[in-house]
């Protein structure tokens, strides 16, 4: 874009960019997505696999090449041939799909349930020592409380003692 000033007033005037190239469609592409960075961007969605046409899964007037056909004939047989190949290659295609999936299905599960049984032992393993700990610090209350009754204990026995032999 290129500004010219006349008589005190702006005006923008566009000059039209030629295409050469592919870069340079690409960076008219871009310079455009830019101008207006808030405007949300179409993004297509990447084409599926590519859909088969419609195959019967029953077909009828099967012939086959025989002598005494006419000319006519092999045209429609060959026909029926591919449409049977096709037919045949579809369900062979489906078929892997179907076990790639079922296979996929049961490695995640199998994943899964590795997963669980880890975080079972972990579990079992952290609640083990939440336990131990717990009991060492019941002990270690019940030898603070003992202790505290045996020094109190103590010093009035010596107190006692003290007192008996004066």
């Not at 566009?14 to 190239?21: A, D, G, L, Q, S």
């Not at 092999?74 to 078929?95: D, T």
């Not at 880890?118 to 019941?138: G, P, V």
């Not at 019940?142 to 007192?163: F, I, L, M």
Request: one cysteine or more.
């Amino acid at each position: 874009m290129t500004e010219s000033v006349e008589n005190g007033s702006s005006k923008t005037t566009e000059v039209k960019k030629i295409v050469k190239n592919a870069t340079d469609l690409q960076r008219l592409k871009l310079e455009r997505l830019m101008k207006n960075p808030d405007k949300p961007v179409y993004i297509p969605e990447p084409r599926s696999d590519k859909k088969s046409p419609h195959v019967p899964e029953f077909v009828r007037n099967v012939m086959g090449s025989s002598a005494g056909a006419g000319s006519g004939e092999f045209h429609v047989y060959r026909h029926l041939r591919r449409k049977e190949y096709a037919r045949q290659k579809h369900i062979q295609v489906k078929a892997e799909k179907e076990l790639l999936e079922e296979a996929y299905r049961q490695k995640i599960l199998e994943n899964k349930q590795m997963a669980e049984e880890r975080t079972a032992k972990k579990r079992a393993k952290r609640l083990k020592r939440k336990m131990i700990l717990k009991e060492k610090c019941k002990m270690s209350k019940k030898n603070n409380t003992a202790n505290s009754v045996n020094e109190s204990d103590s010093t009035s026995d010596d107190d006692d003692q003290n007192t008996t032999e004066s």
